[in-house]
């Protein structure tokens, strides 16, 4: 059985908890709150463990954090624009918290809720949500499953969707990493991503066109280190619906290398522009699996769409080693 030990309470008097993984080679910390990671450590190239993921002490913290740090995000992760969507015949209204845009699901999202823990082992712990119909204007009632499992040097977060009417629904993890154990800001970490082409974003954020990556500043075919601000989308290199390795992070200063792996067809790469706070920008770096931002509006697809009755899966994998 995993450690279980209070994290805190919540501004309704509700406790929070934390579940803390181990296998030997990684040690994972999650809480119940938002099914969120709070602190990875993994071993540097003489065995000396450190902390790669940005985090805080107690749900209040998290609570009160509206930068997603670690959070699973959802109904939808990203933005859909004019936080509004036309499924079938219908239109649908969602709530806007980002401007005029709808963000990770809204103003009370998935990383704004208390999950239920179903299951709990030394490696693995499983977290449950349901999402009621018209929850943030989404339709249909959804729910909702996400493992988080250590193995070896990976961590695997698997999600899991089932609806009982048509929705959108992609589900992703939001951590912040810094794989110096915020020795060096991210920036300074080098970055290979298989990636031939992005989505270049207006002033809202949201997606202008598809464009190759390059010869441009976005061009990380070689590896090379970030020294800049990102929050683009891009597309996963082959994508066929198998396991795919999208993106490999380097620290020089730790020796400790990440490489990153999904299912779906695209990855947010932000360096964290929005961090103010405890946190500022460049501190860390998120690597969020998931459709293209925006894609039901647009011709930047795949669309996130969950048809009800079906089950929807996806895997994310983070794999460490050392240089």
Known sequence: MCKQTPFGRLADGRPAQLFTLDNGVLALSVTDYGATAVRLTVPTPDGTPVN????????????????YLGATVGRCANRIGGAAFTLGSRRYTLSANDGENHLHGGKSGFNDKLWTVISATDTAVTFT?????GDE?????????????????????????????????????????????????????RLRLFAPTYLPV????????RTQTAGTRFDFSQNRPIEGDYDNSFDVE??????RTFAILTSRKSGVTLTARTDRPAFQLYTGGFLNGAY????????????PPNAVN?????????????VSRS?????????
């Open 137 to 189: 204007g989404y339709p249909a009632a959804l729910d909702v499953r996400v493992t988080y499992a250590l193995n070896g040097p990976a961590l695997r977060i698997t999600y899991e969707a089932a609806a009982d009417g048509d929705t959108l629904c992609c589900l992703t993890n939001h951590s912040y990493f810094n794989l110096s154990g915020g020795r060096e800001k991210a920036y300074a970490h």
């Open 315 to 323: 895997v994310t994998e983070y794999v460490f080693g050392t240089l």
């Open 202 to 209: 207006g002033d809202d954020c949201l997606p202008l066109s």
């Open 129 to 133: 949500l349901h999402s009621p119909d």
């Open 52 to 67: 790669v993921l940005l985090g805080y002490g107690g749900a209040a913290e998290y609570e009160r954090d509206d930068k």
């Open 280 to 291: 500022e920008p460049g501190d860390g770096v998120c690597l969020e699996t998931q459709f």
């Open 238 to 243: 082959g994508y066929d619906g198998s396991l």
């Open 298 to 310: 647009t011709e930047f697809g795949p669309v996130p769409l969950l048809r009800g009755g079906e």
